[in-house]
């Protein structure tokens, strides 16, 4: 269902574009898809759209720009009210909702980077330590939000879902590339549990880059993380 | 009009606990404010109500916390729904709000934070220079949403209003304290106007602390917190 002219310019391999695919699947509105080349020369559109930060994700909405990828998934639930609520309903919920998006941009995004950009095993290790500490807060937070249904959002996908969720393809390049496990049964089971139904959801299934797709795109020349490419080399010989 | 017992964990210098009572005092609503004193140790009520970051300021609805000022800031607005609206009805206008205030979240603490670092005159123009670059950028911004009003939220105080607003009593303290001027005719015109309004509300006015105050407070426990500033030469 569409209101309007919708376009979405945004990159494949970015989470922040998917949190973007993610809302707009889930209201099932009609969109283009306008693909940046990552890494290459941004488009007039680009530029034009967001020109305080030069960066996608940008939802286009009659020709009307909307930045930042959880602005752009509030947007997209406020505008397209006849499908189920991305965020919850009552206030409070939806305090915590926002909070708990807000810790995934501060802390996981930065911590996930760390681990794709770290040299060497010692300082892996170490990040990785830092990373699961973070992990285990939400592990919390899914046990408090989820009430012990399958998502942050209860039965449906919901908001901290999509802004925790759009990392699961990286976190999977990073089990892979670097043979070591974000969760575990231990300390975080419900995650570990989650990240699954997650992927699977027929919403996201489609839309989520494979892993072996992810870590080619790590490894390639245009991307800068020569950890996972000395993993990955090590790894063959 | 309370909706049950209210309680705000504050700092009486934080801009941003400044947010929140902005907003209560928006709506009218009643509250009992408690003062930590965060070089005395936080509180115990800090720290559980806030675990994951322990920072101030936290709202307490009837024993419920929420944290970070401008989620509190949209609670409030979405709680207390008589009196006027914070964030705007449109979806549109909604978004824009927001990217506006996450921009001030990114950008003017940390502009500021450069100014009370600056320990030479190079350093202090730099800061400047950076603060310029943001406030080109709000101010418009401020042209677009306030479409000709005294605020970004129109006639009455809205959501960019608050999230930048809050630091206005600071913008005051770097003016005085390093004699520079952070708005100006040249490149500021409308924010300049709008600092003035926006102190002069009857909302801001009885609770934004002075600035003699605050510069007090900068001197003598921000700065040397910080280990900065050499004095200025006379």
New interface residues.
């Given amino acids: 269902m569409t209101k309007g002219d919708v376009k979405l310019l945004g990159s494949w391999a970015s989470p922040y574009v998917l949190r973007a695919k993610f809302a707009l699947k889930l209201k099932s509105v009609d969109y283009e898809f306008l693909e940046e080349n990552p890494g290459g020369v941004k488009s007039e559109l680009l530029l034009n759209s967001n020109p305080?930060h030069k960066r996608v994700p940008v939802l286009l909405?009659c020709g009307?720009p909307?930045?930042?990828s959880l602005?752009?998934v509030?947007?997209i639930d406020?505008?397209w009210t006849d499908c189920p609520s991305i965020l919850s309903s009552d206030?409070?919920d939806?305090?915590i909702d926002?909070?708990w998006a807000?810790?995934v941009d501060e802390k996981v995004y930065p911590s996930m980077r760390a681990t794709l950009t770290a040299e060497g095993e010692e300082a892996r290790a170490e990040v990785l330590t830092k990373f699961k500490e973070g992990l285990v807060?939400l592990e919390s937070a899914f046990v408090k939000c989820s009430k012990g249904k399958r998502f942050f959002g209860g039965d449906q996908i919901g908001y901290v879902d999509i802004a925790l969720g759009a990392f699961n393809g990286w976190f999977k390049v990073i089990e892979k590339a670097f043979n070591v496990k974000l969760f575990d049964e231990a300390t975080t089971p419900n995650l570990l549990l989650w990240v699954d139904t997650f992927l699977a959801h027929p919403a996201i299934n489609d839309i989520m880059p494979t892993t072996e797709k992810l870590l080619a795109f790590a490894t390639s020349i245009a991307f800068p993380f020569p950890a996972i490419k000395a993993a990955a080399a090590a790894r063959i010989s | 009009m309370a909706k049950g017992d209210v309680k705000l964990l504050g700092t009486w210098a934080s801009p941003f606990a400044l947010r929140v009572k902005i907003a209560l005092k928006l709506k009218s609503v009643d509250y009992e404010y408690l003062e930590e004193n965060l070089r005395g140790g936080k509180s115990e009520l800090l720290l559980k109500s806030n675990p994951v970051h322990k920072k101030i300021p936290v709202l307490l609805h009837g024993d419920r916390p929420v944290c970070e000022s401008l989620v509190i800031v949209q609670y409030i607005d979405e709680v207390w729904t008589y009196g006027p609206s914070i964030l705007p009805s449109d979806p549109y206008d909604r978004a824009i709000a927001r990217f506006w205030a996450a921009y001030v979240e990114d950008k003017v603490w940390l502009s500021m934070r450069a100014f009370m670092t600056a320990n030479d005159e190079d350093a202090r123009v730099e800061a400047v220079a950076k603060f310029k670059e943001v406030s080109v950028l709000l101010e418009d911004a401020f042209v677009k949403s306030s479409k000709g009003k005294p605020f970004f939220g129109g006639d009455e105080i809205g959501y960019v209003d608050i999230a930048f607003g809050a630091f206005a009593g600071w913008f005051k303290v770097i003016e005085k304290a390093l004699n520079v001027e952070l708005f100006d005719e040249a490149t500021t015109p409308n924010l300049l106007a709008w600092v003035v309004a926006f102190l002069a509300h009857p909302a801001i006015e009885d609770i934004i602390p002075s600035t003699d105050k605050l510069l007090e407070f900068a001197t003598n426990v921000v700065l040397p917190s910080i280990k900065a500033v050499a004095p200025a030469s006379q």
């Fill in positions: 305080v909405h009307k909307i930045s930042e602005l752009i509030q947007y406020e505008v206030p409070y939806r305090a926002q909070f807000a810790y807060l």
